[in-house]
């Protein structure tokens, strides 16, 4: 799809207008992905019987179980990316 030789400069605009929403999609289906993974590890982890609230104990849980489930990603994130760049020098 990257070949647009053949395209009207408006339409290589759109082509490129569409690819650049269905980037923007993409990174919202793995977000939200990501967001239904760790909800449902922390929930697995932390919450023993669902009650109307959570008490105090429970949601300390879920935060830092969270906390730690973002800052792994992101550490694992900036690694491969940094190996990426290695590997491109």
Known sequence: MD??????ASDKA??????????????KAEFQAQV?????????KCVDS???????RTETCLVSCVERFIDTTLTI??????MV???AH
């Open 50 to 56: 669902p009650g109307s609230k959570l008490d105090t």
């Open 3 to 8: 070949n647009f030789e053949n395209f009207s």
């Open 77 to 82: 994130t900036n690694r491969f990316t940094q």
């Open 14 to 27: 759109e082509a490129a207008e569409l690819q650049r929403m269905i980037a923007i999609e993409q990174q």
């Open 36 to 44: 239904h993974t760790f909800t449902d590890v922390c929930w697995d």
């Open 85 to 87: 760049q290695k590997s």
